[in-house]
């Protein structure tokens, strides 16, 4: 049986990452105790339920500030208004680590959960919600759903996609397996063709580019032009 990594993040940043992940994917081989807080003891050597509000609000600040030290605003020349202020509003990543490097992945997969609560709770805020992740032990599959609105009708997709052993220097294939072959913006298994801009952007920003921020500049985009076509062409359908 393979060790467990512990990331150690705050009772409040627990509780935010909640509605992003799954209970299945708090048990990545990272342990994040939900339901038994009282049970996991942190750094300080008290256990969590026990500790005071000062206490959890330093800690939090601490995780917050763990993406944003020492890290200066990402390069989005390349893009739209609208999708740069996005990028802007995602925490940036410090640790340049990938699933190979065992020492350094624990606290790079802690920045990517850290981040991607900022975006869903951006997203919900701006009142566009509109994914769910979960993945492996190890954190090296990510797997969950996707969902476009057009024209007041809710279209939801499968979405997965692996770690790159040399991530965060490749970034990730996203797919979306059901629509293999129905749009020529694919290749072949369902990973999206992403625009021109994507790949010069995510090199000029490693590691600062994570997974919320390819979902952000690739996926989301990518929904968004070519949902609306598939269902003019009659290729996709509402589901329900």
């Not at 740069?84 to 802690?110: M, S, V, Y």
């Not at 129905?182 to 952007?201: S, W």
Request: hydrophobic share 35%; aromatic share 8%.
């Amino acid at each position: 049986m393979s060790q467990c990594h512990v990331v150690r993040l705050c009772q409040p940043c627990r509780a935010r990452l909640c509605p992003v992940m799954s209970i299945s994917s708090l048990c990545l081989g990272i342990v994040l105790e939900l339901a038994s807080l009282a049970l996991l003891e942190f750094g300080s050597g008290h256990p969590v339920a026990q500790r005071s509000e000062e206490a959890e609000c330093r800690e939090c600040e601490q995780c917050d500030s763990a993406l944003s030290s020492s890290l200066s605003e990402p390069d989005v020349a390349m893009v739209d208004e609208v999708t740069k202020k996005t990028l802007t509003q995602i925490p940036l990543l410090g640790t340049n680590a990938g699933p190979r490097d065992k020492d350094q992945w624990p606290q790079r997969l802690k920045e990517e959960y850290l981040s991607l609560i900022k975006y869903v709770e951006n997203n919900k805020s701006a009142d566009n919600d509109w994914f769910r992740l979960e993945s492996n032990k190890e954190g090296t599959r990510w797997f969950g759903k996707c969902w476009y609105i057009h024209q007041l009708i809710k279209y939801e997709f499968d979405v997965e996609f692996d770690i790159p052993v040399t991530y965060p220097g490749t970034a990730p294939e996203i797919a979306i397996p059901e629509l293999d072959g129905k749009t020529a913006k694919m290749y072949r298994g369902g990973k999206i063709c992403l625009t021109d801009h994507f790949k010069p952007l995510w090199a000029k920003n490693v590691p600062k580019f994570g997974i919320a921020h390819a979902f952000a500049l690739g996926l989301g985009p990518w929904l968004a032009v070519e949902v609306p076509e598939l269902v003019e062409r009659g290729v996709i359908g509402n589901k329900e």
